[in-house]
């Protein structure tokens, strides 16, 4: 707008385009009709020519009819167009996609036939360039202003006040509509898009010369319907209103002649929809000024003797004068008609069936293992009679017979006489139509944010079962195949507006649920799942939570609760899974079902399952850190490798949250997790606030909608600098991969605080600056030691072999199984441990007395190993042990950072 402005221009066009667009040299012939796409409100241009009032009155009727529908008024566009009329605009986003789309005038002119008022001008759906409004508030030629007003101002306009308004600029102010879907407006955009693209390019059925001699008298056929004589029951009043106006307008009927007609019709015709006279008369004047601007919308016999149960045409002059273009077209193919498909060669044509298909989307599978996408499915609108018996879901492999083709049509009543060769030429003339606008749904397998590149540009898109939208807010672009336990549903919410109360008060008592650092954990760590995707593109790694501590300390609804942040519902309508009980696939499939929405995996007790069973869990949960994938074969007899099979990638892709009673021993999870403590003690305090947040917790579920959104409109470069910045703050201290962990949480904060300030959520920013004070201070003061190798549990163990055998040497009962001076000494620095023979007694420990798989069964690796920690000093003699071999010198202040337990050792005190 303000481009046009400066370069001097007084209109812009309503529609974009997505190229340039050259002219025409025939006004009646649209430019680029078939190729060129458009983007841009639903819009309308009231014309009453010298009738101001009847305008007016027009456009508050509109209006009505779509706030009716649900279309807020304060996201209502309304114009005055400075002469005799009125523009109304209403946001796409209301109703569809913003998605460049073939035809959209022509979709546009179809819903205003739907919502036709008095004085609707259809010539603004010409196509082409798009129709132009003059740009608000510049002067026109007269002098006057093209003004915007408020619905609400609009509906005390009277003809005075608009001459008024228009003699200066003037401001009204538009909402945005910020995610609402106006339902019933979004059916009827795709009805409309479905009976436009139904439509044959150009169907010329009776010529002009035969136009004429129709035009007086006025043929039986007309006369008929308009009385309501021998019309069928399944016949429709707008069908009849269509067929009419089609009559008037391309006979060129005397305008006497044409009311008449028309009164007489609104008078004997029967409909639901438009109950009374004067709503069946505007409904016929409706379709007139559709079809006097629609070129290619032609009259024919076939759709009247459709109407009438009788055939009144002996003695027409053009009962016989129908017929069918392309007819010397001399080659064997499929072609599609009016009332089926055919098969046409020279002067002869065979009919294959009754019916005809309309595609309407394209599924393409997206595999997980990256392999190329591929056509396989077809959503087709069947066709009968010019009407729509219902879609179907049409399988790619349905083309390979004349069997598997008939199956589709099961429990419909159509017919198909052809070959397998037939089923071929059908489908390609389904499918190479170059005009053709079919939308493509991309099936993928896994639900959340998913990042594709479109010409090296990230377009991220959100998915889910019932919705997908991408960050250019296109939707239906993609569609979640299969089965998914505990889906997010943020398909059923309204996303979160500014100054929400009910929102501000939930998140602000959910972040008073726990202690300050653990909430500030937990919370920073949903958040930042909604931006795994980037994060992963980034730097392949997302940590696991772990939520850990003794039955009662409210793990698993503190897990539930705050991920209705992701959209989820854990506590009422899914649960998480149990890892004892879940399968190995079934885990894996868990695992691999979404990108961003958050997987609980429960009961992960080392004292409940099989040592085999908890190795084989951990390593699932392990693999979600960086997305690694589980390959699964399958047999399949035209792959063209060795073993006759595939192989199929599926990685770990989820957010996982784990919890257990115990902390997590297993080195490798405690290094790629977030590791939270939670207690009866901690949460009892909070008790108030956590039944408030679990109260209002769908608010939740509003705010999380807004952060997903802000997910897709948040750029990877945006995520990267906020990850330096964490980094910055995070103490260096730490092992590399604690420390990306604690930044991840860090980052899922600050973006939480920053929707938070956008939505203008003050009790929530009160209550989360300390949460985020307390978290910081501990990244930048604390070394995160507890973070355990394998080394170190190996250790732990020792020391504690080490206490079972001073106890039992001071006792003089029971085994010594390290003896101090021969396989360990203790000085006032340093631990001095015999690798050999202190390591085959830590293998002997294990296996007879504890019944436990050791973590390091050699001791050469043991020593290799050991030698990596920060507690090892040097690998040298030690006088007195071991007849001059080599002893490991560990430092007793490191092993005590490691937390390893010295005090086992009795020399707390020395250290």
């Not at 699964?632 to 792959?639: E, H, L, Q, V």
């Not at 009866?680 to 956590?690: A, H, M, V």
Request: charged share 25%; glycine share 6%.
């Amino acid at each position: 707008m303000e481009m046009a402005k400066a370069s001097g221009a007084k209109k812009l066009t309503i529609l974009a385009v997505d190229q340039i667009v050259s002219d025409g040299t025939d006004p009646e012939v649209p430019r680029n009709r078939d190729k060129l796409a458009y983007r841009g409100p639903l819009y309308f241009d009231i014309d009453c020519k010298d009738n101001l009032p009847l305008a007016i009155a027009s456009g508050k009727e509109l209006v009505g009819k779509l706030v009716r529908m649900g279309v807020p008024k304060y996201v209502i566009q309304v114009f005055l167009s400075g002469s005799k009329g009125l523009h109304v605009l209403v946001p796409e986003s209301l109703f569809t996609s913003r998605r460049f789309m073939l035809r959209l005038p022509e979709i546009y002119k179809e819903m205003a036939r739907e919502l036709f008022v008095l004085g609707l001008d259809f010539a603004v759906y010409s196509g082409g360039r798009g129709n132009s409004f003059r740009i608000a508030n510049l002067q026109r030629a007269d002098g006057n202003y093209r003004v915007p007003v408020t619905v609400d101002e609009l509906e005390g306009l009277d003809e005075a006040t608009y001459r008024e308004w228009v003699k200066g600029p003037r401001a009204a102010e538009f909402d945005d509509p910020q995610g609402l879907v106006v339902h019933e407006l979004k059916a009827m955009f795709e009805e409309a898009k479905k009976r436009v693209n139904a439509k044959p390019k150009v169907v010329i059925i009776a010529s002009s010369s035969d136009m004429e001699k129709i035009r007086e008298p006025v043929p039986a056929c007309i006369q008929a319907f308009c009385d309501n004589k021998d019309v069928k029951g399944d016949a429709s009043f707008n069908q009849q209103a269509t067929q009419l106006a089609t009559y008037i307008v391309r006979a060129g009927v005397p305008q006497t002649v044409a009311d008449s007609l028309a009164s007489r019709l609104a008078s004997n015709g029967k409909s639901s929809k438009f109950t009374t006279p004067k709503a069946r008369r505007d409904h016929i004047e409706a379709q007139a000024r559709y079809v006097e601007h629609t070129p290619s919308f032609s009259f024919g016999c076939n759709a009247i003797r459709a109407l009438l149960s009788k055939r009144p045409c002996e003695g027409c002059p053009i009962a016989k004068g129908s017929s069918n273009a392309d007819d010397n077209d001399l080659d064997l193919k499929a072609e599609a008609l009016a009332d089926g498909y055919y098969i046409r060669s020279g002067e002869a044509k065979r009919r294959l069936t009754n019916f005809l298909l309309q595609p309407q989307d394209v599924f393409i599978d997206v595999p997980q293992d990256g392999s190329s996408p591929r056509r396989v499915a077809t959503r087709m609108a069947v066709i009968k009679g010019g009407v729509e018996l219902g879609t179907i879901l049409f399988k790619e492999d349905s083309f390979l017979s004349r069997n598997a083709f008939s199956r589709e049509f099961s429990g419909m009543d159509v017919t198909f006489q052809g070959t397998d060769l037939d089923v071929q030429r059908i489908m390609t003339a389904i499918f190479n139509q170059e005009d053709q606008v079919v939308g493509e749904v991309y099936r993928v397998h896994t639900c959340g944010i998913h990042l594709d590149f479109v010409d090296d540009i990230p377009l991220f898109t959100y998915v889910e079962p019932d919705m997908s939208v991408n960050s250019v807010k296109v939707r239906g672009t993609h569609q979640f195949f299969g089965t998914l336990q505990a889906r997010p549903y943020f398909a059923h919410c309204t996303m979160a507006e500014k100054g929400d109360l009910e929102v501000d008060h939930a998140m602000a008592n959910l972040l008073r649920i726990n202690s300050k650092y653990e909430v500030g954990l937990m919370i920073g760590w949903c958040v930042a799942a909604h931006f795994r995707t980037h994060l992963m593109h980034l730097f392949s790694q997302f940590p696991v939570l772990s939520l850990w501590g003794s039955a009662g300390s409210g793990k698993s609804m503190t897990a539930g609760l705050i991920t209705w942040l992701n959209g989820t519902d854990y506590m009422q309508q899914d649960h998480g899974v149990s890892a004892p009980s879940t399968s190995h696939y079934g885990m894996l499939e868990y695992l691999a079902g979404t990108t961003t929405v958050p997987r609980i995996v429960e009961e992960y007790n080392k004292s409940k399952m099989t040592a085999a069973k908890y190795a084989e869990v951990g390593e699932r949960i392990k693999a979600t850190w960086n997305g690694e994938a589980t390959l699964k074969g399958r047999p399949n007899a035209r792959s063209l490798n060795r073993f006759g099979a595939e192989a199929v990638a599926i990685p770990a892709s989820a957010p996982c949250i784990v919890i257990s009673e115990q902390e997590i021993e297993i080195p490798a999870i405690q290094e790629r997790a977030v590791r939270v403590h939670l207690t009866k003690k901690k949460r009892g305090p909070y008790r108030d606030e956590f039944n408030d947040a679990k109260k209002h917790r769908m608010q939740l579920r509003r705010l999380g909608k807004a952060l997903m959104v802000r997910a897709l409109t948040t750029s990877i470069d945006e995520i990267e600098q906020l990850m330096d910045k964490a980094s910055e703050m995070v103490t260096e201290l730490m092992d590399d991969r604690p420390r990306h962990s604690l930044q991840v949480c860090l980052v899922g904060l600050w973006k939480l605080q920053e929707i938070c300030f956008q939505l203008h959520l003050e009790k929530t920013l009160e209550a989360l600056k300390p949460v985020i004070k307390a978290v910081t201070e501990c990244f930048a003061n604390d070394r995160d030691s507890s973070v355990q190798s394998e080394t170190d549990l190996v250790l732990q163990k020792l020391m504690v072999i080490i206490a079972v055998s001073r106890s039992s040497e001071a006792a003089t009962v029971g085994q010594v199984y390290l003896h101090a001076g021969l396989h360990y000494a203790v000085t006032s620095e340093y631990l001095i441990l015999d690798p050999v023979l202190a390591h085959a007694k830590y293998i002997h420990f294990c296996n007879a007395e504890q019944r436990c798989v050791p973590v390091i069964d050699s001791d050469t690796q043991f020593v290799k190993l050991i030698q990596e920690e920060p507690y090892f000093v040097k690998y040298e003699p030690y006088a007195g042990m071991a007849d001059g071999r080599p002893m490991l010198f560990l430092s007793l202040k490191e092993l005590k950072e490691k937390d390893v337990d010295i005090d086992k050792l009795g020399c707390g005190s020395a250290v």
